[in-house]
């Protein structure tokens, strides 16, 4: 049981590159998230996902987009970085809503754009 | 909306000092609060949590009292170790009629503790 794994660990982009950043989780959860970390911010959502097909915004959507094609998986996607988007990114899983439900993180991965 | 509001750090302490990390929050209804640590280098994970007032979630020594009177949920720990050196999240999450699929966290409190 491997929990939520991210892929990459670490990349560096230039401006204007693409790239997309891989969530994955075994524990079966429907809500799966992506975050931002920055010095001070705390994290910020940028999306989210309640089930399989499923995506909506969060707190910080622009300039990312995602995709939920298979209930493990949840992809975030940057068409066009800019370096206002150097961050740490995690993605967390939880199961359904209607319980104290934690969320449980990946490693995350350091994004750098020159 | 809801919010969360925990204190200001780096927090720095001598091994086996007394730790409280306060916490504050605003929400409607009934929200399930948690806290959360960051080891350097990885992602958050659960430290404990409280579902309802009076509830007391407790772990590694650590303790939070759900205070709906204050809307408190301080973070203490009696005695702390170097090893306890983290960035400690205080979070909500609200119930199933109020968006409880999404948490909200407080900005993050570093604590650092000298041998």
């Given at each position: 049981?491997a929990?939520v794994t991210q892929t ?14 891989l969530c994955a989780q075994d ?45 493990q998986n949840f ?16 993605c ?14 990946g ?8 | ?115």
């Amino acid at each position: 049981n491997a929990g939520v794994t991210q892929t990459p660990k670490f990349r560096v982009l230039k401006t204007g590159q693409s790239m997309t950043l891989l969530c994955a989780q075994d524990m079966n959860h429907e809500y799966m998230y992506w975050y931002r970390q920055d010095p001070g911010m705390g994290l910020r959502l940028i999306h989210y996902s309640v089930g399989e097909g499923t995506t909506a915004k969060g707190e910080v959507p622009d300039g990312y987009n995602v995709s939920r094609l298979k209930k493990q998986n949840f992809l975030l996607g940057l068409e066009s970085a800019a370096p206002s988007q150097t961050s740490v990114y995690f993605c967390a899983s939880s199961p359904l809503a209607g319980g104290p439900h934690e969320q449980f993180f990946g490693p995350g991965t350091r994004l750098t754009v020159l | 909306g809801d919010s969360v509001t925990q204190m200001e750090g780096p927090v720095t302490l001598s091994e086996e000092a007394f730790l409280t990390i306060n916490c504050t929050y605003t929400a409607t209804g009934y929200p399930s609060l948690f806290w959360y640590v960051q080891y350097p280098g990885e992602g958050l994970q659960l430290l404990l949590k409280a579902t309802k007032a009076d509830d007391k979630g407790s772990n590694k020594g650590f303790e939070a009292t759900y205070r709906k009177e204050t809307t408190s949920f301080h973070l203490e720990k009696g005695s702390v170790q170097v090893s306890d050196s983290a960035v400690y999240f205080c979070a909500l999450r609200g119930g199933p009629y109020t968006g409880g699929f999404k948490t909200i966290f407080g900005a993050g409190t570093r604590l650092f503790v000298k041998a």
